[in-house]
Structures are given as C-alpha cells and as structure tokens.
C-alpha cells in the first residue's frame, strides 16, 4: 500500500531557530497536506499543496510540493514555544482515492 | 470560521457493547469521513461518505462499523460489538471538494473500550 515516509521522528530545538521536516514516497502523490495535531486535538490544517512544484508560505510556515510527486517539505522559521507539538504531512494518491494517507508525525519541541 | 465538531469527547464502554460517535461537518460540505489514531500511531482512514452512501472504505471499516446521516447536519459513526482494540481517537473530517479535496478535522472522540 501507499506509504509516507516522514522525518526526522522528533527535534528539539531551541527558540528563534528554524525547523525544517519532510515527506517522501515510493508512490505519486496527487496532493500533499501538512496539519499539526496538539495533545488529545484533531489534526488541524497548515498547508495544502496542489500542484507539482508548487510553494506556498502561511505565516512562518513554507511547505513545497516535490517536482517528482513524491515528496514534500515544511520549513518553519523563528520557531516559537506554541510551535510544539506533531506535525503530520497527508496526502492523497493517484487514483482518485478519497483517503488521506498519513506520514507517521514529526514531534517538535521548542525550548525557550 | 466554520469548524467541525464531535460529541462526546471521550467515550468509555464495556466490551461488545455498542457505541454511536457523532460529528457536526462544516455546513457547506458534501463530503464526510471517519479516521482513526491508535494512541501513539498515525491517522488512519476508515470510511468515506457521499451523498448518503460510503464511497470508499478500508480494510479495518468491517461489518461491524456502520455511518449514517440522520439528518441535514449529523454524520454518525457506529460500532456495533466493541472490541478492546477499538480503543482509539476517532476523527470526524469533512470537504467541500468533489473526490481528493483538503479535509478539515474535528477535536475527535477518545474511545475506552475496557
């Protein structure tokens, strides 16, 4: 089946740096999705990426949508404490499947 | 802005009993799904739901899982026989677009099955 690929599995950083995590695939994603989830909440929406190539920022957020399909980074900068929490990448296959296939998370912890 | 909503927020049953999960979609959404978080694992799709019908299904949506729309504005996830390996956070999720549209989660349902 279709599996992401997402790293690194956690970071510890300290406050004002910046965070850079991605996801790949052996597979052709369609659209790529980046959600943050805090403790016991719903994945909640960053980015959404529709296009090969495509760039698009939200705030400190910047997340890319790999050439090949395959892949997709999130960048964010001058990390802040509220920043911490898992970072899913998602996406949706070739196909025309509904379902979001989920990357396993990035946990981030911030330090101030 | 408009959010998609679950009720209860945490649900504790007995083993093989039945339990109904309950999701509020954004408004003007068509399209409805069901996922699922086993505590420390990743999100995993369950069903799909359009136009009063399942569209897509995974492997774990077996017979004893069932949705429905009761209403204009309710989507309900239902176990029929709870098993302790149900324990997990159930997400609700809802898209305006048609097929491969961006979903829109709700806060979940933490379901004990003791």
């Known amino acids: 089946g279709q599996q992401l690929n997402q790293s690194p599995q956690s970071m510890f950083i300290q406050e004002g740096e910046d965070v850079s995590m991605n996801c790949t695939s052996s597979s052709i994603f369609n659209t790529w999705l980046w959600y943050k989830q805090d403790p016991g909440e719903g994945p909640v929406l960053l980015i959404a990426?529709?296009?090969?190539?495509e760039l698009t920022s939200n705030g400190r957020l910047t997340a890319q949508f790999g050439i090949t399909r395959k892949d997709s980074f999130l960048n964010i900068s001058a990390s802040i404490p509220s920043d911490v929490g898992i970072y899913f990448c998602a996406g949706h296959t070739q196909g025309g499947s509904e379902k979001l296939v989920f990357g396993k998370g990035t946990k981030l912890t911030v330090n101030p | 802005e408009p959010e998609v909503t679950q009720t209860p927020s945490h649900q504790v049953t007995q083993m093989g009993q039945e339990v109904i999960l309950r999701c509020v979609p954004i408004s003007n959404h068509l399209y409805f799904y069901w996922y699922r978080q086993i505590l420390g694992q990743k999100v995993e799709f369950l069903v799909s739901?359009?136009?009063?019908?399942?569209?897509?299904k995974s492997e774990i949506f077996d017979d004893q899982f069932s949705v429905e729309r009761p209403d204009g504005s309710n989507f309900t996830l239902k176990i029929r026989s709870t098993k302790l390996e149900d324990s997990a956070m159930y997400f609700c999720?809802?898209?305006?677009?048609f097929g491969q549209g961006t979903q829109y989660f709700g806060p979940g349902t933490r379901l004990t099955v003791l």
């Open positions: 999720a809802s898209s305006e677009a």
């Open positions: 990426l529709y296009k090969a190539g």
């Open positions: 739901f359009y136009n009063n019908e399942i569209s897509e």
